[in-house]
Each structure stands twice: as C-alpha cells, then as structure tokens.
C-alpha cells in the first residue's frame, strides 16, 4: 500500500519500478527534504528539458497505473469503509461515563498519596530534628560526665583567688593507666564539644574545661620531667603517649627544650669552654647530653628498648628541640668558630662541627627524623654561616702563589737541603706544582663540601704549567733560532776577509 503524507513519504512495498531506465533516481521523492526546483535543476545539468519531460510523463503513467490497480485489489474494503463505521458513536459515548468515572477515581487517589507524601515527609522532618535534638543532649550528658569524670580523676579545686587557675590536690605524677585513661576521657570531651551545637551548657562549662586543659598540662610536664630524670621508660612511654593523645606532641618538645635543652646548652657552650675544651671537648659534653636523654626519648618514640606499647607518632625531639638550641647558642656564645679568617682553625673547626653533626643524627628515632633535621631551618642558617667561599679563596692564594711565584724565576734544577728531602723531580716549577696539588687534598685544608672547588684548582694548576711549558719550549726554539742566524752571520764575514 503506498501513503502520502504532507512532508513525509512512506511506503509498505515500495514505489513501484519503471521497466526502462529513468534520467532521475526514483528514490529522491521520498526524501524528507525533497524541492522541486533542485530536482530540476540537477536533472537538467545531465539532460535535456524533453528528455526529463518524455521520462517524468512515463513514471507519472506508471504511478497511475500502479494506483488503479491497488485501488481494485481493495475495492472491497473501499465499499465496507462506511458501513463498518455505524454505530461508532454510540460506542465512543457508552466508553465516555466510565473513563470520566476511571479519571476521577485516579484524581482521588493522587490527591490522597499526595497528602500521605506530605505527612510523612513532615514526620520524616520531625524524626530528624528529635534526632539532632537527642545527638546534642547525648553530646551535653558525655561532656558534663567527662568534666566530672576527669577533674575526679585529676582531682582538681577551683583556686580560691583565680577561678580559672587549676590546683592538684594531690601528687601530680599520675600512674601510667590512670594517665591512659585521662588522656582517652580529655579527647573524647575534645570531640564532643566540638561535635555539641551552641549551648549554654557548652558555654558555661568552658572554663571548667579550661582548668582541666592546664591541670592535664601541668600533670603531663611534670610527668615528663620526672620520668627524664629517674629514666623510667615506661611511665615516659605513658606520658609520650598521653601527649600524642591530645595532639600536644609540640607541647611536650617545647617543654623538653625549654627546661633541660636550654639551660644544658648556655653552661656547657661558651667562649670559656671553647678556649679550655676546644671545640671537640665543648661538642662532647653536648653528646654526653644527647646520650643520657636524648637516646630514651629515641628509643621510646620508635618503641624500642623494652619501653612497651609499640612506637609513638609524631615527635622529633632531636630536630625540634636539641638542634635548634645548639645552633642558636653556638651562634651566640662561640661565633669565632665560623669566622674564615685564620683558614688552620676554620677548616679543624668545621671538620669536628661535620663530625659532631653526623653523631648527631645517630641519636634520631628514624630514618624520617634524620631527614627533619637535615630540612630544619636551623640546619639551612646553621650552613650559611660557614663562609666556605671566602676560605677556599683564601686558600686558593696560598696553594697558588707558590707555583706561581716558581713559574717566574728562572729556569734552575732542584736542590735539596738538610730540612727536606730529595726532589722528586729535577726542575723546581714541577715540585712547586706537585706541592700545590699535594696540598689541595691535604688534611687540614680539604673540605668535603668544597669538593669540587679543589678539583677545579688542581686542574687549573696543571693547565697553568702546561701553559708555562709552551712558552719555555717556544722560547727555546727561537733562542736556537737567534744562535743560528748568528753563526751565520760569522761564517760570511769570515769569508769576506
């Protein structure tokens, strides 16, 4: 059957085919987009006008004669179209009363689960606030039984003449559980506070917080001076712990500098000490230091040496705390050490200070602390002060001069004296430079950081002699050259008289 629609061709078997061939494709009416004037304008570039008239009048018979046709096999169906329609209307309108009554039937229900939606949405609303509402009094009920709890524990007073001063009642060296289970409580009441909603509960509680804040901090300092002193490792583990607890790692390296680091440092570094000692003796009294507290506090930290819980996060006592107090005081009590002007005694002060730096390292907890300590900014202030420019220029003059003072004089064989030995070599401009590249890598004049400055200048010092050689060799040749043009110049006056 074939269907026209306006815009749109369709067909259920197909246009029907001319037996000869056409100067067009059949196929372009069906097109979605099919204009005449293109149609004719593209037939007419292949064809003539009465070619494509002759063809499009043999397709239009052809059409025709296809719909006739198609209009006999269906005849029937034509004649039946109109009495099979009788009776359509009063069906349609027998259909009318029960979809009107479907229709609202389905309106009713809609506006019923409309309304079930809103209630429960509302209820669902309601649950969440009765559930924020329960989440902030649980939060208020743990954060006064936690108050309670840890000032029990701490056993705190309010002070009579600052209400936010805290005062122990008892011993404030707490037992190792009892300090495990005071730093658990303090971070708990940590989180809920920072969880609970604004309350005036929260903020009347406050400065009871606050006193508990200063007592845990009082009880942990105390506890971390007591457990250097007696070097008990396994309350020093406890304390550690409790600080890495509350996150006061900081804290806990701030008060172990401030109380041991420091007032080590000032006695035992000074300008006295370093003209008595030297400064090999000043650095070993700072490893005795380093030794006594500062391998217990390593080893707990990694959790080694029996100290029992396993490793503690988070501090770096080494980095943080010693090194920094080391630079600063060497800076200001022996600031001599770094002055490059008698180049004997900066290069035998840096040595023993790399030296002492490497023992240094020996004494961090981890591979990661060696790291912090080299990263330090003390570590990059502590190396700039070290002039190594200015004395490598320094020794520059003194390895070069010689050789080149040697270089000018003239050309003499080596002696030897009764103060040195025999000559290595024959000319004297070759034992001046193998002096100087003898002394370049001297101890007590090499420096490891320096390297590559000392390499340079051995090179340098070769390429200068082998300059120096040159010129000697191309004097020579025109010393002989001059000799020869004379005796020349005798020969011919000879032979003139």
Known sequence: MLYIKRGHVGMSLGLPVHPDPLCFSTDDFLKSDFNVDEFLAHCRKNVTAECLRDDLEAYYRTLKSAMVDLINNDYADFLNLS?????????????????????????????????TI????AKLLLCKEIRAKKFALHCYIVIVESVETLERLLKIRDWPGDPGAPQLIENEHLAGVVMDRVTNEFSRLKY??????????????????????AALQHCLD??????????DREHLSHCLRAYATIGHQAAAESLFHSHMVHPYMQKVISAKALNTL?????????????SQYCTILSDVVAGRGGAGGGAVGGFDFVSNAVWPEIVATLSEKVSVIF?????DSFCRHYTVTMDFVERLEEFCSSEQSVQNLRDHPSSAAFNNKWNLPVYFQIRFQEIASPLESALQLPLQSAE????????????????ALWRSMVACWKQGIFIPALVHKFWKLTLQLLMRVSQWL????????????????????????TKGL
Do not use: W
Not at 222 to 231: F, G
């Open 416 to 431: 030897s004296s009764k103060e040195t030995k025999a000559p290595l070599f024959n000319l004297e401009p070759f034992n």
């Open 83 to 115: 009495s099979n329609l009788v009776g359509m209307d009063k069906a349609i309108h027998n259909l009318t009363s029960p979809l009107l009554e479907l229709k609202t039937e389905i309106t009713d229900i809609k506006t019923s689960l409309e309304a």
């Open 278 to 290: 030297g400064l090999a003796g000043v650095y070993a009294d700072v490893l005795k230091f380093i």
């Open 192 to 213: 809920m506070v920072s969880k609970a909603p604004p309350h005036h509960i929260v903020e009347t509680i406050k400065p009871r917080i606050a006193q508990i804040t």
């Open 470 to 493: 040159e010129e000697v060799c191309a004097l020579s040749k025109t010393m002989q050259t001059d000799d020869s043009t004379k005796g020349l110049k005798s020969d011919d006056s």
């Open 222 to 231: 105390y506890s971390l001076v007591t457990s250097l002193e007696s070097n």
């Open 339 to 343: 002055s490059p002007g008698n180049p």
């Open 118 to 121: 809103d209630a429960l949405e």
